[in-house]
């Protein structure tokens, strides 16, 4: 329902509350200032002075922090060797005159200078000084040619060198560098730790190691990440090599790590980390896994390349020939070593000569910009200025040039010159991402000739690449106006000093609106959201801090908008800043990395001057702070509020120090915010200083500072009359209060808002309400303007506004969305815009005023797209429903309403002239509507036309300007479809997945656009990142965008007149100038903190528009010319003989030689395709039964190798259509486990990064970096196998048999865009086997051994070409690589040859057999490869291979391969990779095997001889390596696929599911963790972000049946536990912090079935298979009472919950129920601390005489619903299918809710009315208990057992038998 905008004072409004401190009276002198000194002393350093802010008798604590180590995270915890010494702060510390950096570092003694060999000063070699531990060898390397140090070990802490041996001894080492020369073992972490004594005798650890995620830092801690990665080109790489995404930043040691030298400056880290003074270095301990040459300590900064007399006139001093390392000569030394600097300096050495001696073959890589984080600067030549480089090492396909290092972090406004090598766009776009803290207005990214500018009038920060002089003028666009407010929190909103503007940020960007007249003003800059704003009392300082972490906070000249300094903050986050009067003084709190409290207190006094920012004091706290203030009458005090805690602070000494207000009876009150009493002159004395503070509870408090206790304690309440709506009248009395959520105090009046949506203004006595406004929404900010005349107000839903109290008129100053825009829309005659948001909402605006007029919300369902009718005062509207309504703007009114799409609505679009609207939805269906007149109709609805799979997109449709044509994405992603507007008759077809030529996989269109008319041009952005300008008649490429941006952009147009062309790219918007055929690159405009979602051009080309986390109105500086003329597109040659128009023009636009792609839907040659209709058969269903196929079981002879079960579903859901995973109201996240009963059912392509492997029904594809996975679904049964054709553009799939089915499934998939392309099936059983031929013409399926079919298949067609019944069974099939014609397979004793034969269209095979030799054994061949050729390797079961002569047709080499049967073979190059069925994987060197050929029968094995060896946890039947085999990833039956490094001869789990049934899933609190438990034994956690295993907990020989995760209300984080039951009885209890069984009782004499925590986590229930409830003490062990009610009986379930309802006629505090396998259901309330126990209700459900479902009961499940506590749930075997609901206080049952099958799984959804039910028919289906609908959905491939919502409601897990599958529920 549409609602006007216009509110009396009672407008609704949410906002973000102001953290202002309130400010009157005179400025303070700079007397009154703190010392903002740079060497500032810590707390705790000076005797405390006399004050008022501390009592008598307090003590002051010094505010440093003993510090306390944290392992880092990993796979191994280093353990205490992570644990710095702690050493107590001294009270009282020695003043120190500091007069320059060199006088307060003492100089070194002699024997230190010039340098101090470390090693032989200690001789370590007779570890007398020193100490050792674990594997520490001295081993000779061959790069250095001497001894070194070999420290290696599993665990780092206990394999390590420690200098001096003993803790309570010192090094003493005074020497400001100290250089380690170490080299990192490949594939291993290590860690260097330092302990270092300041001048102050404080210790402080420092920690380095490439094993950290982070950098860290406590007082006594610092942690640094040293990471070194291998530069090897991935997806989104660049030539420059920029393209890395941030979790490429962390990892184990390549495995080329080269000798390194770091160089560590322990001055400057002290100083700038933690502000301490260097003293002496203490100690130093390597851990494993490093070599070590030696280390050493100096005062001089030495170079380690630099060398000879052409360097004797520069300014830096060589490395010591001693230091040195050796280069042979004619090389570099940057060629051979690593260099690290950190942190780094300015080493002045010229650029040119740099230049010209150095040509590393690696990079620094710098991502997105500088990192935020403070790693070691790594590099392979000198860098200067670096902040947080990567070591790499090279890798022979890793780009040669580096990209330049960036500059410091605080330098502003410089420029880059351009790289010729470099990209147009370049990778330079990265530093916008949104994890980069460096933001671009301020700090270049020197990549690709990128450079940011910042321009003084506060225009909008712009990023150019190469010369922008097509552009005119520059910039091109300037920001105008904001909608929108809030974005990280809606509490920062505050009056400027005068009263004439408001401050307040709107996501990235801060806004200064003046309130008289409308107007903005921007400060940009910020690259995340604005979490925290402070404006000084003179209006000259404005400070701002963002959220990310770690925080960067910037200070503004607030009358010119031009950032004065940009500085990173201690504090992790910073949620609150706060101002002086005077401005010299900034006080910041938030939350440290630790989660703990920070309190920073920085001197800003000099900023303005040209000085920096100074950190004054820093403090720790363990009080929860909300709000925090300055006072107004002296800087040097501050005042805090929070949970239980009222703080008086005070800044004297460089320390800062509080004390507590003695809040007696109110001690434990949520205290949200606080304000200083001004006198009625604005002056006032310290001594009479009153302090007001607010609560969640209602209470206002009146705080005696002076004194420190509560002088007046008031409560706000709830006054009603009778039957009125509003209150009558607020007083402060007893009872329930309202909470205030924020409070302003002026010097007559208190301005207070509370969340039930009221701003009420009171007399500072409080004795009645002066003046009171209703918003819609909790009021989260007040603050009173500077002359006490006006309030400003800001709800949580995104309102700000001011109550004017003279005339007592609310005025509305901003509205927002509160949730990011999806789209947008621009009518033209009356100047409005419409938005819509995930919010729900639709939103029209006035273009002039960027005012609300109108919104329209719905609650049952979200909008998705809209678009102004052209003429009429009405706008449409798509929703998630798929229904599309009319608006009208005049009558405000729905006035017709269309329902023809099934799925969400993704594009909505009309003609120019009003007469037709197009809109296309989620399922692929396109709808076509006639607008003539008001009541429009539907005109024709055509399915499969439109991508089923595409997002919604303000691009998703596009019409032509003339209005004749209509373009959209589909039928699939790889296609761009014109069709007739009119008619939808299809004019034109383009395939975008073959336009890519010098790529070898497909592209796949994301957004369309078209041109002026006059151009006839249609744009086509695609997800290889570019613009592709077609005819849109002919479909020929005019002309090409390259690299536009690293993320496919989901919006772009043109302007009219074609001169520019604006795209959404990320979070910036980019505009090129189209007339420019040469195109100089893009101007790049940032604001935007999150993507953009949509962007236009006003009607009259004017402005642009731009949406996303806000709506940005942009000024077009440049004037449009309406009669330009339009560039001519350049002729298309004459097409050649067998070559279409577009063959020809991309090939001229590329400058490429022209390749022929593959094109598997078409029947023809492989050709770039353009078709005027959809391809002819393409995706139909061919079924070419093969005749007397019989159908058993399969019984394999080869046992270790069984192929892929029969999903069984007797009681399938025939006629019911299932929704893909995809689709409504879930979608799949994440498939955990992997099929270990498949055969070769995984792939991986190391040159393409491609990865997919099968779970179940899923063919899962997973990017190894990210860790995102895509889920192709289709089969109806599990997946037995997989195939990648040679060009890795076709990945095929095949099933076992269904029981909807009568033969299985084969799936052709394009690789590139998902898609299924074809569906084959022709055998009547399982297929084991899939080849592609040497060419990829050919596929060959093999049936197992009861089909014993052979088929072959053209890949042009998919047609069957030839089939072939097979006499024996067979166990593997293979192409010839060197002959496309022949096929061999293998089985019972003997090899077949086939050779294909082809006479016109018909294929035959000419089969020869040969036998296996008796020298062999009797064994059946299970497995081949081709060798070498002529070579043929085939294993046999009895663990032999035999090596086969095809010319000859012989074997002549044998030998004992393995103890178990050889299941896989893989052959590269000279080595050959065996895996048997007893899970032994080794390499063979088989290079002399091809020599041996001509001895014939008299050949030897003593030739071949075994490289390496593993063993897995199960026998090998997948495999996958590089063309070296020093690499790849081994899948195995117990369900893992491993990555194996022969090189280092390990294995890494990649993939890790449970091996057997899963039995639970439990949650953790916060959702940061889940647990599961299976039959193999095992308590498994994972993170639930990456659904990565963290810890697992095996009991061997034993069945893990049920499980329960502690509430989080039993303790701390850290006092997390798990309860498992066994089948043996037992009750394990495992602590998940310690990752240790804390406990093992036995209260139950048979196996546990249910377990479950109270309440409050002190008592565990569990349940076993014989009916018997136990109640025990899970931290004693003892059980206390036994339930046997049930007995007889297993325990199915047992819930527990809170006992809401009291209408139960019992006593107790929880309410829990059990259920038995004989349907009953027994409900109690408990109360465990007083030992009651009380039945509820016993419920007993009848039971027919069968309902089996596959040969098992149906359980009996219970839940208690979780929207309704007297509610609870049933399912179970019964006379009819069905979930009942029974009510316990009406004790009847309610409600019946109809089941298709009788129910094995059920779960309850927290957080809406939904229900989970699982089926044995592999079905799962969730009702929505609210309205009735229900949706079925389809995934996995046995029966459905488990289901589980998260405590959130966000996921849903369901598991069948080993598989887990997590999905997404989106809010509905």
């Known amino acids: 329902?549409?609602?006007?905008?216009?509110?009396?004072?009672?407008?609704?409004?949410?906002?973000?509350?102001?953290?202002?401190?309130?400010?009157?009276?005179?400025?303070?002198?700079?007397?009154?200032?703190?010392?903002?000194?740079?060497?500032?002393?810590?707390?705790?350093?000076?005797?405390?002075?006399?004050?008022?802010?501390?009592?008598?008798?307090?003590?002051?604590?010094?505010?440093?922090?003993?510090?306390?180590?944290?392992?880092?995270?990993?796979?191994?915890?280093?353990?205490?060797?992570?644990?710095?010494?702690?050493?107590?702060?001294?009270?009282?510390?020695?003043?120190?005159?500091?007069?320059?950096?060199?006088?307060?570092?003492?100089?070194?003694?002699?024997?230190?200078?010039?340098?101090?060999?470390?090693?032989?000063?200690?001789?370590?070699?007779?570890?007398?000084?020193?100490?050792?531990?674990?594997?520490?060898?001295?081993?000779?390397?061959?790069?250095?040619?001497?001894?070194?140090?070999?420290?290696?070990?599993?665990?780092?802490?206990?394999?390590?060198?420690?200098?001096?041996?003993?803790?309570?001894?010192?090094?003493?080492?005074?020497?400001?560098?100290?250089?380690?020369?170490?080299?990192?073992?490949?594939?291993?972490?290590?860690?260097?730790?330092?302990?270092?004594?300041?001048?102050?005798?404080?210790?402080?650890?420092?920690?380095?190691?490439?094993?950290?995620?982070?950098?860290?830092?406590?007082?006594?801690?610092?942690?640094?990440?040293?990471?070194?990665?291998?530069?090897?080109?991935?997806?989104?790489?660049?030539?420059?090599?920029?393209?890395?995404?941030?979790?490429?930043?962390?990892?184990?040691?390549?495995?080329?790590?080269?000798?390194?030298?770091?160089?560590?400056?322990?001055?400057?880290?002290?100083?700038?980390?933690?502000?301490?003074?260097?003293?002496?270095?203490?100690?130093?301990?390597?851990?494993?896994?490093?070599?070590?040459?030696?280390?050493?300590?100096?005062?001089?900064?030495?170079?380690?390349?630099?060398?000879?007399?052409?360097?004797?006139?520069?300014?830096?001093?060589?490395?010591?020939?001693?230091?040195?390392?050796?280069?042979?000569?004619?090389?570099?030394?940057?060629?051979?070593?690593?260099?690290?600097?950190?942190?780094?300096?300015?080493?002045?050495?010229?650029?040119?000569?740099?230049?010209?001696?150095?040509?590393?073959?690696?990079?620094?890589?710098?991502?997105?910009?500088?990192?935020?984080?403070?790693?070691?600067?790594?590099?392979?030549?000198?860098?200067?200025?670096?902040?947080?480089?990567?070591?790499?090492?090279?890798?022979?396909?890793?780009?040669?040039?580096?990209?330049?290092?960036?500059?410091?972090?605080?330098?502003?406004?410089?420029?880059?010159?351009?790289?010729?090598?470099?990209?147009?766009?370049?990778?330079?776009?990265?530093?916008?991402?949104?994890?980069?803290?460096?933001?671009?207005?301020?700090?270049?990214?020197?990549?690709?000739?990128?450079?940011?500018?910042?321009?003084?009038?506060?225009?909008?920060?712009?990023?150019?690449?190469?010369?922008?002089?097509?552009?005119?003028?520059?910039?091109?666009?300037?920001?105008?106006?904001?909608?929108?407010?809030?974005?990280?929190?809606?509490?920062?909103?505050?009056?400027?000093?005068?009263?004439?503007?408001?401050?307040?940020?709107?996501?990235?960007?801060?806004?200064?609106?003046?309130?008289?007249?409308?107007?903005?003003?921007?400060?940009?800059?910020?690259?995340?959201?604005?979490?925290?704003?402070?404006?000084?009392?003179?209006?000259?300082?404005?400070?701002?801090?963002?959220?990310?972490?770690?925080?960067?906070?910037?200070?503004?000249?607030?009358?010119?908008?031009?950032?004065?300094?940009?500085?990173?903050?201690?504090?992790?986050?910073?949620?609150?800043?706060?101002?002086?009067?005077?401005?010299?003084?900034?006080?910041?709190?938030?939350?440290?990395?630790?989660?703990?409290?920070?309190?920073?207190?920085?001197?800003?006094?000099?900023?303005?001057?040209?000085?920096?920012?100074?950190?004054?004091?820093?403090?720790?706290?363990?009080?929860?702070?909300?709000?925090?203030?300055?006072?107004?009458?002296?800087?040097?005090?501050?005042?805090?509020?929070?949970?239980?805690?009222?703080?008086?602070?005070?800044?004297?000494?460089?320390?800062?120090?509080?004390?507590?207000?003695?809040?007696?009876?109110?001690?434990?009150?949520?205290?949200?915010?606080?304000?200083?009493?001004?006198?009625?002159?604005?002056?006032?004395?310290?001594?009479?200083?009153?302090?007001?503070?607010?609560?969640?509870?209602?209470?206002?408090?009146?705080?005696?500072?002076?004194?420190?206790?509560?002088?007046?304690?008031?409560?706000?309440?709830?006054?009603?009359?009778?039957?009125?709506?509003?209150?009558?009248?607020?007083?402060?009395?007893?009872?329930?209060?309202?909470?205030?959520?924020?409070?302003?105090?002026?010097?007559?009046?208190?301005?207070?808002?509370?969340?039930?949506?009221?701003?009420?203004?009171?007399?500072?006595?409080?004795?009645?309400?002066?003046?009171?406004?209703?918003?819609?929404?909790?009021?989260?900010?007040?603050?009173?303007?500077?002359?006490?005349?006006?309030?400003?107000?800001?709800?949580?839903?995104?309102?700000?506004?001011?109550?004017?109290?003279?005339?007592?008129?609310?005025?509305?100053?901003?509205?927002?969305?509160?949730?990011?825009?999806?789209?947008?829309?621009?009518?033209?005659?009356?100047?409005?815009?419409?938005?819509?948001?995930?919010?729900?909402?639709?939103?029209?605006?006035?273009?002039?005023?960027?005012?609300?007029?109108?919104?329209?919300?719905?609650?049952?369902?979200?909008?998705?797209?809209?678009?102004?009718?052209?003429?009429?005062?009405?706008?449409?509207?798509?929703?998630?429903?798929?229904?599309?309504?009319?608006?009208?703007?005049?009558?405000?009114?729905?006035?017709?309403?269309?329902?023809?799409?099934?799925?969400?609505?993704?594009?909505?679009?009309?003609?120019?002239?009003?007469?037709?609207?197009?809109?296309?939805?989620?399922?692929?269906?396109?709808?076509?509507?006639?607008?003539?007149?008001?009541?429009?109709?539907?005109?024709?609805?055509?399915?499969?036309?439109?991508?089923?799979?595409?997002?919604?997109?303000?691009?998703?449709?596009?019409?032509?300007?003339?209005?004749?044509?209509?373009?959209?994405?589909?039928?699939?992603?790889?296609?761009?479809?014109?069709?007739?507007?009119?008619?939808?008759?299809?004019?034109?077809?383009?395939?975008?997945?073959?336009?890519?030529?010098a790529s070898s996989r497909l592209d796949s269109a994301m957004a369309v656009c078209f041109g002026p008319a006059a151009l006839g041009h249609l744009l086509v952005s695609t997800s290889s990142n570019r613009v592709v300008v077609l005819d849109a008649v002919s479909g020929r490429i005019i002309r090409e965008l390259p690299g536009v941006h690293p993320e496919p952009c989901p919006s772009l147009t043109l302007s009219e007149d074609a001169r520019f062309l604006l795209i959404a790219a990320g979070r910036t918007i980019k505009v090129w100038d189209y007339t420019t055929q040469a195109s100089p690159g893009p101007q790049v405009y940032i604001g935007h903190s999150e993507p953009v979602q949509a962007v236009a051009f006003s009607p009259d080309q004017q402005q642009v528009l731009s949406a996303g986390d806000a709506v940005f109105l942009w000024d077009v500086l440049a004037t449009t010319e309406s009669n330009q003329s339009f560039p001519v597109a350049p002729q298309a040659c004459e097409a050649g003989s067998g070559i279409g128009p577009l063959e020809d023009a991309s090939s001229r636009a590329s400058e490429l030689p022209q390749q022929q792609v593959p094109k598997p839907s078409q029947a023809s040659l492989p050709r770039l395709g353009i078709c005027a209709r959809p391809p002819e058969g393409g995706d139909g269903v061919r079924d070419t039964r093969n005749s007397g196929a019989p159908r058993t079981t399969c019984l394999a002879s080869y046992k270790a190798f069984t192929p892929a079960r029969v999903s069984c579903s007797p009681h399938s859901a025939k006629g019911t259509c299932l929704p893909p995973a995809s689709g409504g109201w879930l979608r799949l996240k994440a498939v955990v486990g992997y099929s270990g009963n498949g055969r070769a059912n995984m792939v991986w392509r190391p040159d393409t990064g491609f990865f997919a492997y099968t779970c179940g029904r899923l063919v899962v594809v997973e990017d190894l970096h990210s860790g995102a996975q895509q889920h192709w679904s289709g089969h109806s049964a599990e997946v037995s196998t997989l195939a990648l054709s040679h060009s890795a553009q076709v990945l095929a799939s095949a099933s076992g048999c269904s029981s909807t089915t009568a033969h299985c499934q084969i799936r052709i998939w394009d690789v590139s865009g998902g898609l299924c392309q074809h569906l084959i099936s022709h055998h009547s059983t399982t297929v084991l086997a899939l080849a592609f031929s040497p060419d990829d013409r050919l596929l060959v399926t093999l049936g197992d051994h009861d089909g014993r079919t052979l088929a072959l298949w053209g890949t042009t067609t998919y047609d069957l070409v030839s089939s072939t019944r097979l006499p024996e069974p067979v166990h593997g099939v293979a192409f010839n690589p060197w002959d496309a014609g022949e096929l061999t397979c293998v089985g019972q004793g003997t090899v077949t040859f086939r050779l294909l034969q082809q006479r016109g269209a018909d294929i035959s095979l000419q089969v020869r057999r040969e036998p296996v030799p008796e020298a062999v054994g009797a064994g059946e061949l299970t497995s081949l490869c081709y060798g070498a050729p002529p070579l043929l390797y085939c294993g046999t079961s009895s663990g032999q291979v035999c090596v086969w002569d095809t010319r000859a047709g012989r074997c002549f080499l044998s030998w004992e391969a393995d103890d178990g049967g050889i299941g896989l073979l893989l052959f590269s190059g000279s080595r050959l990779v065996s895996g048997s069925s007893v899970g032994q994987l080794r390499l063979w060197a088989v290079g002399a095997v091809s020599e041996l050929r001509c001895k014939g029968s008299g050949a030897r094995s003593s030739s071949v001889f075994m490289e390496h060896e593993l063993v897995l946890d199960g026998a090998v039947v997948s495999a996958s390596f590089d063309d070296s085999v020093d690499m790849g990833v081994v899948g195995t039956t117990a369900g893992t696929l491993w990555f194996v490094s022969w090189a280092e001869g390990t294995s890494t789990r990649l993939i890790s599911g449970h091996r057997s049934k899963v039995n639970e899933v439990v949650f953790g609190p916060g959702e940061a963790h889940c647990a599961t438990c299976s039959e193999d034994g095992s308590v498994r956690v994972w993170a639930l972000a990456s659904m990565e295993l963290v810890i697992q907990f095996q009991v061997l020989n034993q069945s893990c049946l049920c499980l329960a995760w502690s509430p989080p209300c039993c303790g701390r984080p850290e006092q997390q536990r798990l309860a498992a039951g066994y089948g043996d009885g037992s009750l394990r209890i495992f602590s998940v912090s310690r990752t240790a069984m804390e406990l093992k009782m036995h209260p139950h004499p048979v196996a546990l079935t249910a377990v479950a925590f109270s309440t409050d986590g002190q008592t565990v229930l569990s349940g076993d298979k014989d009916g018997l409830v136990a109640v025990s003490h899970p931290r004693t062990g003892t059980t206390f009472r036994v339930l046997s009610d049930h007995q007889g009986a297993p325990i199915s379930t047992i819930c527990v919950t809170c006992k809401e309802c009291e209408d139960l006629g019992v006593e107790g505090t929880d309410l829990w129920l059990a259920a038995s396998g004989d349907q009953r259901v027994s409900v109690w309330a408990s109360d465990w601390l007083r030992n009651r126990c009380d039945l509820v209700d016993w419920l007993s459900f009848p039971m027919p005489a069968t309902t089996e479902t596959q040969g098992h009961l149906p359980p009996s499940l219970a839940a208690f619903c979780p929207w309704d506590g007297a509610l609870l749930m049933y399912v179970g075997p019964g006379v009819y299918k069905e979930v009942i609901i029974y009510n316990l206080c009406q004790k009847q049952v309610v409600e019946k809710i109809p089941l298709p099958f009788f129910a094995m799984s059920l779960s309850l959804s927290p957080g809406s009315y939904l229900l989970a039910v699982g089926f044995a028919e592999c079905m799962l289906r969730l009702v929505d208990c609210a309205t009735g609908t229900a949706q079925d959905f389809a995934g996995h491939d046995n029966a459905v057992h488990l289901c589980r919502f998260t405590p959130s409601a966000r996921l849903l897990f369901t598991a069948a038998r080993n598989e887990i599958l997590v999905w997404e529920v989106p809010g509905r």
């Open 1 to 997: 329902m549409a609602r006007g905008s216009a509110r009396r004072a009672g407008v609704p409004g949410s906002g973000i509350q102001g953290r202002r401190p309130e400010r009157s009276g005179p400025r303070l002198g700079p007397e009154a200032r703190a010392p903002a000194q740079a060497g500032s002393r810590l707390p705790g350093s000076h005797p405390r002075a006399s004050g008022a802010w501390l009592p008598s008798g307090a003590r002051a604590r010094p505010a440093s922090l003993a510090g306390v180590g944290v392992a880092g995270e990993g796979v191994e915890s280093p353990g205490s060797c992570l644990l710095p010494e702690a050493r107590p702060s001294p009270a009282v510390a020695p003043a120190r005159v500091a007069e320059s950096p060199d006088a307060r570092r003492p100089l070194p003694t002699a024997w230190q200078h010039p340098f101090l060999n470390v090693f032989r000063h200690f001789r370590v070699d007779e570890w007398k000084r020193s100490a050792k531990q674990g594997d520490v060898a001295v081993v000779t390397d061959k790069t250095l040619k001497g001894a070194v140090y070999r420290i290696r070990g599993s665990v780092s802490a206990a394999n390590y060198i420690q200098l001096p041996g003993s803790s309570t001894q010192s090094l003493g080492l005074t020497g400001r560098y100290l250089y380690v020369l170490f080299r990192p073992l490949p594939g291993k972490h290590f860690v260097i730790h330092l302990d270092v004594s300041t001048k102050d005798n404080q210790v402080i650890r420092v920690s380095f190691s490439n094993l950290f995620k982070e950098f860290k830092s406590t007082a006594t801690w610092l942690q640094f990440p040293l990471v070194l990665e291998t530069r090897t080109p991935q997806r989104g790489d660049t030539k420059m090599g920029c393209g890395w995404s941030r979790t490429d930043l962390v990892g184990l040691a390549p495995s080329r790590a080269r000798w390194t030298c770091l160089q560590l400056d322990l001055q400057d880290i002290l100083l700038v980390y933690l502000n301490r003074c260097y003293g002496h270095l203490k100690s130093i301990r390597l851990c494993a896994s490093l070599l070590v040459r030696n280390l050493y300590t100096s005062d001089l900064c030495f170079e380690p390349a630099i060398s000879g007399a052409q360097w004797a006139k520069l300014p830096v001093t060589p490395m010591p020939r001693e230091m040195a390392f050796p280069v042979p000569k004619g090389e570099s030394w940057h060629d051979r070593y690593i260099h690290v600097r950190f942190p780094s300096d300015s080493l002045k050495v010229p650029s040119k000569l740099i230049e010209k001696s150095c040509s590393p073959p690696e990079a620094v890589l710098l991502g997105p910009g500088p990192q935020p984080l403070p790693c070691p600067v790594a590099s392979s030549k000198p860098v200067r200025f670096s902040v947080s480089p990567v070591v790499q090492t090279p890798s022979p396909t890793a780009s040669g040039r580096a990209p330049l290092a960036p500059r410091p972090f605080l330098e502003v406004s410089l420029s880059q010159e351009r790289s010729d090598a470099s990209n147009v766009d370049g990778p330079g776009f990265h530093s916008l991402e949104p994890w980069a803290h460096v933001e671009a207005s301020d700090v270049h990214t020197a990549a690709a000739g990128t450079h940011v500018l910042t321009h003084e009038s506060a225009e909008v920060p712009v990023v150019r690449t190469g010369s922008c002089e097509g552009f005119l003028p520059d910039p091109v666009l300037r920001l105008k106006g904001v909608i929108g407010f809030g974005g990280h929190s809606t509490r920062q909103a505050l009056w400027t000093p005068d009263g004439a503007a408001v401050v307040y940020p709107c996501h990235a960007v801060i806004v200064v609106l003046l309130v008289d007249t409308g107007e903005q003003r921007f400060f940009l800059g910020h690259t995340d959201k604005v979490s925290a704003l402070a404006l000084d009392g003179s209006s000259s300082l404005l400070a701002s801090a963002q959220a990310r972490a770690p925080s960067v906070m910037r200070l503004w000249d607030f009358q010119t908008g031009q950032c004065l300094c940009l500085f990173r903050s201690p504090v992790h986050v910073v949620c609150s800043l706060s101002f002086s009067d005077s401005g010299a003084l900034l006080c910041g709190v938030g939350k440290d990395h630790h989660g703990r409290t920070m309190v920073v207190a920085w001197g800003t006094g000099q900023v303005g001057l040209g000085g920096e920012v100074v950190v004054l004091a820093k403090a720790h706290t363990d009080f929860d702070v909300q709000a925090f203030r300055v006072t107004f009458f002296d800087e040097t005090r501050m005042a805090s509020c929070g949970q239980g805690s009222v703080r008086l602070w005070r800044l004297r000494g460089g320390a800062l120090r509080s004390c507590p207000v003695d809040l007696g009876e109110h001690h434990t009150l949520q205290f949200t915010d606080l304000a200083f009493k001004q006198a009625q002159d604005g002056r006032l004395e310290p001594l009479a200083a009153m302090l007001f503070v607010c609560s969640r509870s209602g209470h206002i408090l009146e705080i005696d500072c002076q004194r420190m206790v509560v002088r007046h304690a008031r409560r706000l309440l709830p006054t009603r009359t009778p039957g009125g709506r509003h209150p009558q009248k607020q007083t402060f009395s007893s009872g329930p209060g309202i909470a205030i959520s924020s409070l302003s105090i002026s010097p007559a009046m208190c301005a207070v808002g509370s969340e039930d949506g009221f701003l009420r203004l009171w007399p500072l006595d409080f004795s009645s309400v002066l003046l009171e406004a209703e918003h819609e929404g909790p009021v989260s900010s007040v603050c009173v303007s500077p002359d006490g005349l006006r309030v400003l107000s800001a709800t949580s839903s995104g309102h700000l506004g001011f109550l004017d109290t003279l005339s007592r008129v609310y005025h509305m100053l901003a509205r927002s969305h509160t949730a990011p825009v999806l789209a947008l829309a621009m009518e033209q005659r009356r100047g409005q815009l419409a938005t819509v948001s995930q919010d729900r909402t639709v939103r029209i605006w006035d273009l002039a005023t960027l005012q609300q007029l109108y919104d329209f919300t719905s609650s049952e369902e979200a909008p998705c797209a809209v678009t102004f009718h052209p003429t009429r005062p009405t706008f449409f509207c798509g929703f998630s429903s798929g229904a599309v309504r009319s608006f009208s703007l005049e009558a405000a009114e729905v006035p017709v309403e269309h329902t023809c799409h099934r799925g969400a609505i993704t594009g909505l679009t009309a003609t120019p002239d009003g007469r037709l609207l197009f809109s296309s939805c989620s399922e692929g269906s396109l709808a076509q509507y006639s607008c003539a007149d008001p009541h429009w109709h539907v005109l024709r609805v055509a399915a499969d036309m439109v991508c089923p799979d595409a997002p919604a997109s303000p691009s998703a449709l596009a019409v032509s300007r003339d209005g004749h044509l209509l373009a959209f994405v589909g039928p699939s992603r790889c296609t761009v479809t014109v069709t007739d507007s009119a008619s939808l008759d299809e004019l034109l077809r383009v395939d975008i997945g073959t336009l890519d030529l």
